[in-house]
């Protein structure tokens, strides 16, 4: 498996200093978050995005996907929610990378089976669009579909290869689902996995990994056995939690943590 960051544990980090963590402390790629207020975002101008594909070329490290804030489920109209995604796509096109993550968003004003209607309807829809730049959009496990059962219903209805499923285990274990359980329910469509760690349901400040009590080794485990060589992306949620510890004085001790049980589990 390969190993990756987020820049939410690094806001607003200038693109060759994310590609020098990123070279400095052996990760192979980056998770890069799409946002106004990052370096890379929706406007970015298309010869900015040859710099910042460029960049990650140069130094050998890969962009792993683009990581943005479209609530596929969310009430309301189709058409603003497509137009974002598509650009999204389009942003990840111009990068060179391959994925795109999108959140569910189902609010409280319908029903589950209105909000697993409306994602899967959306995402059957820009998939084939997603094709076409040869990308492909990642539902990740989070708010209203937290579990692998969750997202995996509505990617079932989908159909589509290009829509698949981004691994949240915080989410997931936050939704009472086993690791195994959710490896299962995920297995068809999943694109990688994000690992992080907690203290506790109640405490979600992010904590260097092995420290708090997600089940991190039985993720390892469960994708290992059943043959997943994907990625292995650490979202340290710095962004929100501005008390916590810098994510860079922890990503040489998560790259060793992570390889360990990756070993242990070979």
Known sequence: MKLAFSTLGVPGLPVPEVVALATRYGYHGVELRAHPEEPVHLGLPLGERADVAAAFKTDGIEILGIAGYVKVAAPGEDGPVLHELRSLLELARDLGTRFVRVFPG???????????????????????????????????????????????????????????????????????????????????????????????????????????????????????????????CWEYEKRWYPDAAPLPELLAAGRDHLARLLNDAA
């Open 106 to 232: 189902g609010g409280t004003e319908q029903s589950a089976e209105e909000a697993d209607a409306t994602a899967a309807r959306r995402l059957g829809t820009a998939a084939e669009y997603a094709a076409d730049l040869g990308v492909r959009i990642l539902l990740e496990t989070h708010d209203s579909h937290r579990t692998g059962a969750d997202a995996g219903r509505v990617l079932g209805t989908v159909g589509h290869h290009q829509a698949g499923a981004l691994w949240d285990v915080m989410h997931t274990w936050l939704g009472g689902e086993q690791p195994a359980q959710t490896y299962a329910a995920l297995a068809p469509f999943l694109g990688y996995v994000q690992v992080k760690d907690i203290a506790s349901a109640e405490d979600t400040t992010p904590l260097a990994l092995g420290a708090g009590v997600l089940p991190l080794t039985e993720c390892v485990d469960v994708l290992s056995r059943n043959g997943w060589d994907g990625w292995l």
